[in-house]
Nanobody, 126 residues
Framework: QLHLVESGGGLVQPGGALTLSCVYS????????IGWHRQAPGKEREGVGC????????YYIDSVKGRFTISRDNAKTTVSLQMNSLQPEDTAVYYC???????????????????WGQGTQVSVSS
């Protein structure tokens, strides 16, 4: 079992920045992929980006490339999402997710994860 807790959401003006954090704990720390998804009002949840723990490779959707960065702490118990140049279309509830079953990255980005956090709201508005 893994327990994920996100924090850091809030209201920011367009062009601003926020850093989300996800602290994870539990008996199963041998996860394969960890990353972030988001769900905007009236839209389906989408993968934002992820890290493959085997080689620390990172993947992002096109709309956030160059603006969002995922990082993990040395103890590998916290994963952060640094978001720069935020736009109104980034408004969503952001979820931390972990994949432990060895699914492909594409499956994770499509929403196939084994553990989810409760989500944190990010609102971008002037």
């Amino acid at each position: 079992q893994l327990h994920l807790v996100e924090s850091g959401g809030g209201l920011v003006q367009p062009g601003g920045a926020l850093t989300l954090s996800c602290v994870y704990s539990g008996s199963t720390l041998d996860y394969k992929i960890i990353g972030w998804h988001r769900q905007a009002p009236g839209k389906e949840r989408e993968g934002v980006g992820c890290v493959v723990t085997a080689d620390e490779s990172q993947y992002y959707i096109d709309s956030v490339k160059g603006r969002f960065t995922i990082s993990r702490d040395n103890a590998k118990t916290t994963v952060s999402l640094q978001m720069n140049s935020l736009q109104p279309e980034d408004t969503a509830v952001y979820y931390c997710a972990v994949e432990t079953s060895g699914r492909p990255i594409a499956a994770f980005m499509a929403g196939a994860a084994d553990y989810w956090g409760q989500g944190t709201q990010v609102s971008v508005s002037s």
